[in-house]
Nanobody, 115 residues
Framework: QVQLVESGGGLVQAGGSLRLSCAAS????????IVWYRQAPGKQREVVAE???????NSADSVKGRFTISRDIAKNTVYLQMNSLKPEDTAIYYC?????????WGQGTQVTVSS
């Protein structure tokens, strides 16, 4: 089992920044990737960014150039730095750990961007 705890969400004005954290604990060995998802009201969940065990990163076109995913291995934490936020970034943000045995989810953190 992997436990994930997200933090760092909140209310911010358009153009502002937030940094989300995803702290992992438990059986964190052999995690293939940590993925940030988001789900806005009435919309399907979508991938925002991911980082693999090897450190490779990828992000959705809608956030490229604005969001950056990174990690601190010593702290077992993955970050999502979000800059130049837009109202359409408003959503609940979840991190998920992908392993061969399954996908483990955090509880989510709300991000609200006001115009």
């Amino acid at each position: 089992q992997v436990q994930l705890v997200e933090s760092g969400g909140g209310l911010v004005q358009a153009g502002g920044s937030l940094r989300l954290s995803c702290a992992a604990s438990g059986s964190i060995f052999n995690i293939n990737a940590i993925v940030w998802y988001r789900q806005a009201p009435g919309k399907q969940r979508e991938v925002v960014a991911e980082i693999t065990s090897g450190g490779s990163t990828n992000s959705a076109d809608s956030v490229k150039g604005r969001f950056t995913i990174s990690r601190d291995i010593a702290k077992n934490t993955v970050y999502l730095q979000m800059n130049s936020l837009k109202p359409e970034d408003t959503a609940i943000y979840y991190c998920a750990a992908q392993k061969v045995t399954g996908t483990y989810w955090g509880q989510g953190t709300q991000v609200t961007v006001s115009s």
